[in-house]
């Protein structure tokens, strides 16, 4: 084999391992991105989650007890219902926001497919 053949194919694999470190260091990077969206995201929802239950509650009780010893049974339904109404409003508040997001790793799925179509003939 000749030297300048052995000198090109060893540029291509060079190339291609260059490449591939690229891809994969976009890929790291947007891991640690969707990562530190979720653990924020886990972390932000659940202190919201404690801190309006508590919240609610302590307004229910409040309502509740604020009613006459008559209305107190009704009280207590309405705040249960006022309840169950505001969970099925966030619950599809939530299940829209998932289906909007973006998929994970659009980029380096992106620069994988735009790789496959360049070396493709």
Do not use: C, Y
Request: proline share 2%.
């Amino acid at each position: 084999m000749s030297t300048g053949l052995l000198e090109s194919a060893q540029n291509v694999l060079a190339g291609i391992l260059d490449l591939g470190r690229t891809r994969f260091e976009l890929f790291g990077t947007e891991m640690r991105e969707e990562l530190a969206h979720l653990a924020t995201t886990v972390l932000g929802g659940l202190a919201v989650l404690m801190l309006a239950a508590l919240g609610l509650a302590f307004a229910g009780f409040a309502f509740v007890f604020a009613m006459g010893e008559e209305n107190r049974l009704w009280a207590s339904i309405g705040v249960a219902a006022a309840f169950f109404l505001v969970a099925g409003v966030l619950a599809w508040w939530l299940r829209r926001a998932v289906e909007v997001k973006p998929r994970a790793f659009e980029a380096t799925i992106s620069e994988l497919q735009r790789d496959l179509d360049a070396i493709r003939p």
